[in-house]
């Protein structure tokens, strides 16, 4: 593959950045060299199908590309590839294709795609994402995966049909994949699947062990845990927050509620209720008191009535989550919810402009009350429009006009946004 350039663009999660950082990897080995758009003999496109807006963005992606670029092979890989292969095929029928469990067979579909063959391989596989070629797109940021799939039945989901049920990595291969990666100079470990609280639940292993045993590395350095289901969380909850007492751990805790009711929650298959959500707010809190809350919210799911939607806003108001990731409800190919009624699009908006305002208050907020505070920063990266982004203990994102990327650094807040502080340097 010596002569082959590829180019790979990615929608979507932290899992599946880390799923391109792979197929940069595994082509790396073969000799395959990765280069800009214009360049690329293949163009590899990582979709993700989780969201409305996000299927029609990929959509048009394909289209896009296939008119700009109509020479150049074409490669979808994907959660697409795996939810809705009848859309795919219907607009892009010439492109080759590659599931998200086939990575490892990555060198071989961009192979055909460079002869102008059309060669699909998908399907579920156990092969372990874990100790395998990668290529990071940040060099001191590591993303591992710790497991693949979920154990649960959200109904609105679709996610699950393309990364099938719970399969846990083997920890002793994720913490020599830490090491490995801290000897080689990141500063920050992502440990990221579909329900991070969820690892273990098919080998009997907990993934406050497994954080435990990443802090006690050597070296200085940070590890962010990715989204945990609640109802997951439960299993091992006062594991988890010892585990994340540990100065090696932002003090950031990902939780979707995604609604303030019971029973639009019991709708939606979660299996947590509201009150389980908010012990477990509670108990990080107790024992953390500066640790960052996100959550997600769907707004104007099927059943969500008025008294439902505003149950919403007022765990919102009550909880004050620092970050809030807001859903309109939507459709999904083969979910369960999708026989169902939507509602009214325009009440649909005004729920979802409701939550927006009330989300940018509380945010804002929260983030106004850090202003004068002096924070200590892990800088991960050079900012767009100059300067550099940060992120203080609590995964909050911070621009400071100097510093040196890599580096931690003392700074005070001087200003603040609903999504980051702007601080300047004490140093």
Same mark, same amino acid.
């Given at each position: 593959?010596?002569?082959?350039?590829?180019?790979?663009?990615?929608?979507?999660?932290?899992?599946?950045?880390?799923? *391109?950082?792979?197929?940069?990897?595994?082509?790396?080995?073969?000799?395959?060299? $990765?280069?800009?758009?214009?360049?690329?003999?293949? #163009?590899?496109?990582?979709?993700?199908? +989780?969201?409305?807006?996000?299927?029609?963005?990929?959509?048009?992606?394909?289209?896009?590309?296939?008119?700009?670029?109509?020479?150049?092979?074409?490669?979808?890989?994907?959660?697409?590839?795996?939810?809705?292969?009848?859309? $795919?095929? %219907?607009?892009?029928?010439?492109?080759?294709?590659? @599931?998200?469990?086939?990575?490892?067979?990555?060198?071989?579909?961009?192979?055909?795609?460079? =002869?102008?063959?059309?060669?699909?391989?998908?399907?579920?596989?156990?092969?372990?994402?874990?100790?395998?070629?990668?290529?990071? !797109?940040?060099? $001191?940021?590591?993303?591992?995966?710790?497991?693949?799939?979920?154990?649960?039945?959200?109904?609105?989901?679709?996610?699950?049909?393309?990364?099938?049920?719970?399969? %846990?990595?083997? !920890?002793? #291969?994720? +913490?020599? &994949?830490?090491?490995?990666?801290?000897?080689? @100079?990141?500063?920050?470990?992502?440990?990221?699947?579909?329900?991070?609280?969820?690892?273990?639940?098919?080998?009997?292993?907990?993934?406050?062990?497994?954080?435990? &045993?990443?802090?006690? #590395?050597?070296?200085?350095? =940070?590890?962010?845990?990715?989204?945990?289901?609640?109802?997951?969380?439960?299993?091992?909850?006062?594991?988890?927050?010892?585990?994340?007492?540990?100065?090696?751990?932002?003090?950031?805790?990902?939780?979707?509620?995604?609604?303030?009711?019971?029973?639009?929650?019991?709708?939606?298959?979660? @299996?947590?209720?509201?009150?389980?959500?908010?012990?477990?707010?509670?108990?990080?809190? *107790?024992?953390?008191?500066?640790? %960052?809350?996100?959550?997600?919210?769907?707004?104007?799911?099927?059943?969500?009535?008025?008294?439902?939607?505003?149950?919403?806003?007022?765990?919102?108001?009550?909880?004050?989550?620092?970050?809030?990731?807001? !859903?309109?409800?939507?459709?999904?190919?083969?979910? $369960?919810?999708? !026989?169902?009624?939507?509602?009214?699009?325009?009440?649909?908006?005004?729920?979802?402009?409701?939550?927006?305002?009330?989300?940018?208050?509380?945010?804002?907020?929260?983030?106004?009350?850090?202003?004068?505070?002096?924070?200590? #920063?892990?800088?991960? /990266?050079?900012?767009?429009?100059?300067?550099?982004?940060?992120?203080?203990?609590?995964?909050?994102?911070? +621009?400071?006009?100097?510093?040196? +990327?890599? %580096?931690?650094?003392?700074?005070?807040?001087?200003?603040?946004?609903?999504?980051?502080?702007?601080? /300047?340097?004490?140093?």
């Amino acid at each position: 593959m010596d002569n082959i350039r590829v180019y790979i663009e990615t929608f979507g999660c932290t899992f599946n950045q880390a799923d *391109s950082e792979i197929m940069a990897g595994v082509l790396s080995e073969a000799g395959a060299s $990765l280069t800009g758009i214009d360049e690329a003999d293949v #163009i590899i496109l990582n979709t993700c199908y +989780v969201k409305h807006p996000t299927e029609h963005k990929v959509i048009n992606r394909i289209k896009r590309i296939r008119e700009m670029y109509p020479d150049k092979g074409l490669v979808v890989a994907g959660c697409m590839v795996e939810i809705d292969p009848q859309k $795919l095929e %219907s607009i892009s029928g010439d492109a080759s294709w590659l @599931g998200p469990h086939q990575l490892m067979r990555t060198a071989e579909v961009v192979r055909a795609a460079y =002869r102008g063959d059309v060669k699909r391989i998908t399907g579920f596989t156990s092969d372990v994402k874990v100790g395998v070629p990668r290529v990071r !797109s940040n060099p $001191l940021i590591h993303i591992i995966q710790i497991c693949e799939g979920c154990s649960g039945s959200c109904s609105y989901c679709c996610t699950r049909f393309a990364r099938g049920s719970i399969q %846990s990595y083997p !920890s002793d #291969i994720i +913490v020599q &994949e830490a090491r490995e990666a801290i000897e080689a @100079g990141c500063r920050e470990i992502q440990l990221t699947a579909q329900d991070t609280a969820a690892y273990g639940s098919d080998t009997g292993e907990r993934l406050s062990d497994l954080i435990r &045993e990443i802090t006690q #590395i050597p070296g200085d350095f =940070r590890v962010r845990v990715g989204m945990m289901h609640p109802a997951s969380v439960l299993r091992d909850l006062d594991g988890l927050v010892e585990a994340f007492r540990s100065e090696k751990v932002y003090s950031f805790l990902h939780i979707p509620v995604q609604s303030g009711s019971d029973r639009v929650l019991r709708d939606m298959g979660r @299996g947590h209720t509201v009150d389980d959500f908010r012990m477990i707010v509670d108990r990080f809190r *107790s024992r953390i008191p500066e640790i %960052s809350i996100a959550t997600d919210i769907i707004v104007g799911y099927p059943t969500e009535g008025e008294d439902d939607f505003l149950d919403t806003c007022r765990l919102l108001e009550e909880v004050r989550p620092g970050f809030i990731h807001l !859903s309109k409800y939507r459709h999904r190919p083969r979910a $369960l919810s999708s !026989s169902l009624d939507e509602i009214d699009f325009r009440e649909l908006r005004r729920r979802s402009k409701a939550v927006e305002e009330l989300k940018g208050r509380i945010t804002e907020e929260e983030n106004r009350r850090l202003v004068g505070t002096t924070q200590n #920063i892990l800088i991960v /990266e050079r900012g767009r429009k100059g300067g550099f982004i940060g992120r203080t203990d609590s995964y909050i994102p911070v +621009v400071t006009h100097d510093g040196e +990327v890599g %580096s931690f650094r003392s700074v005070r807040i001087k200003r603040a946004t609903g999504t980051y502080l702007i601080a /300047e340097s004490e140093e």
